[in-house]
């Protein structure tokens, strides 16, 4: 028997199961750091991104039975983060009413602040490839998620999930914001 047959013979299931498990957390590390050194498209200074958002016809606020993704809109294949502001991002999907409800209020503050924020929307069934970086750096798995860079490109918030219990309300939105600046 060779040294490579008899280790394998004396390896106790254990410590077979131990190496798996380290390989798995190593590789898992690995893909992690991956993620955080995607690049990301910059924009030049000025407006743009998402533009004229508006909500798609017949969501649905209480079930999952829209079939429309939320968010309608001019330009929504951008992936570019600002250069010289805050970049707020939306990730969704269609047949998710928390998805629908988000999608409200990001549109609500899109209107908003449109000249000071740049806004990107990212469908998650469809990203462009522009918008695979942003998928990949930000989302967690869970729909929606928002992630709100400052101008530096720092994330301030990233994190899955509705930010207001009642419809319509800005408030966690606008404090996000606020922190972004």
């Not at 047949?95 to 990212?122: I, Q």
Request: charge should be positive; include cysteine; proline fraction near 6%.
């Amino acid at each position: 028997m060779g040294k490579l047959e008899s280790l394998r013979a004396s390896t106790s299931a254990p410590m077979k199961a131990t190496a798996v498990a380290a390989l798995v957390l190593g590789v898992s590390l690995a893909l992690a750091a991956g993620k955080e050194s995607a690049p990301l498209a910059v924009a030049g200074p000025g407006p743009g991104g998402a533009m004229k958002l508006a909500l798609a016809p017949n969501l649905s606020f209480t079930d999952d039975s829209s079939s429309n993704f939320p968010i309608r809109g001019e330009n929504l294949d951008d992936g570019k983060i600002a250069s010289d502001r805050p970049t707020a991002i939306f990730f969704g999907t269609s047949h998710c009413w928390n998805t629908n409800r988000e999608a409200e209020r990001f549109v609500a503050l899109a209107g908003r602040e449109k000249d000071a924020v740049r806004f990107l929307v990212v469908d998650l069934d469809h990203p462009s490839r522009e918008q695979k970086p942003l998928v990949s750096r930000f989302y967690r798995g869970s729909i929606p998620t928002l992630a709100f860079l400052d101008a530096s490109g720092k994330a301030v918030y990233n994190r899955s999930g509705e930010t207001a219990s009642r419809r319509g309300d800005t408030s966690g939105l606008e404090e996000i914001l606020r922190r972004a600046r």
